[in-house]
């Protein structure tokens, strides 16, 4: 029971290039969701997805996409990466008692 | 609109002694409140949620509606304690909306 997962755990990027965050939750849960995570900012929301084929945007959606792919999977695109997304992006999913569990994170740095 | 406001960025205290972080909330229902935790090198983790009214790891957390607070608090730290800690509410759909973040360092 690996919980939630997350690939790649580092990427460099150069400002335009694309990329696709990973994630995988092995517990069943209907929602799931991308933050980010800046120093002296907290965790932000970029999208949530509540359930299998539904997604919504979060407090800082601009320059991001998301597939849900399955139940399983939930998945962040940056189709033009700009310093301004340098940051750590946490992957969580949750059943039904708001307990959120997450992800190990990926550290991403756009030069 | 819901917000968390937790004061402090850093706190730093000897070990044995008191800690408390502040959290501060504004949100027009009833709110659900949550600790969360990180310690170094390991994923976010949930430390306690107001609701269960229960002690993990020696912390605790009452609910203020009074003053729109949800402070915790451990009578004595521990050096395992340091971590960084999230104040968080929930927003509807399950949606939870974190604090900045206090990062707390126990001194030996």
């Known amino acids: 029971n690996a919980g939630v997962t997350q690939t790649p755990k580092f990427q460099v990027l150069k400002t335009g290039q694309s990329m696709t965050l990973q994630c995988a939750q092995d517990?069943?849960?209907?929602?799931m969701y991308w933050y980010r995570q800046d120093p002296g900012m907290g965790l932000r929301l970029i999208y949530y997805?509540?359930?299998?084929?539904?997604?919504d945007k979060g407090e800082v959606p601009n320059g991001y996409n998301v597939s849900r792919l399955n139940k399983r999977e939930f998945s962040l695109r940056l189709e033009s990466a700009a310093p301004s997304q340098t940051s750590v992006y946490f992957c969580?999913?949750?059943?039904?008692?708001?307990?959120?569990?997450f992800g190990p994170g990926t550290r991403l740095t756009v030069t | 609109a819901q917000r968390v406001t937790q004061p402090e960025k850093l706190l730093s205290v000897f070990k044995g002694a008191p800690v408390e972080l502040k959290c501060n909330y504004s949100?027009?229902?009833?709110?659900?409140l949550f600790w969360y935790v990180q310690y170094s090198r390991q994923r976010l983790q949930l430390l306690l949620r107001?609701?269960s009214r229960e002690s993990i790891k020696g912390f605790t957390a009452d609910l203020n509606k009074g003053e729109t607070s949800f402070h915790l608090k451990k009578p004595f730290a521990q050096e395992e304690d340091s971590a960084m800690y999230y104040c968080?509410?929930?927003?509807?759909?399950?949606?939870?909306?974190f604090g900045q973040g206090t990062r707390l360092t126990i001194n030996p």
């Open positions: 107001h609701i």
């Open positions: 969580a999913s949750s059943g039904t008692l708001y307990e959120q569990y």
């Open positions: 517990m069943n849960h209907n929602s």
């Open positions: 968080a509410l929930t927003q509807g759909a399950q949606k939870l909306v």
């Open positions: 997805s509540a359930s299998e084929g539904t997604t």
């Open positions: 949100y027009s229902g009833s709110p659900e």
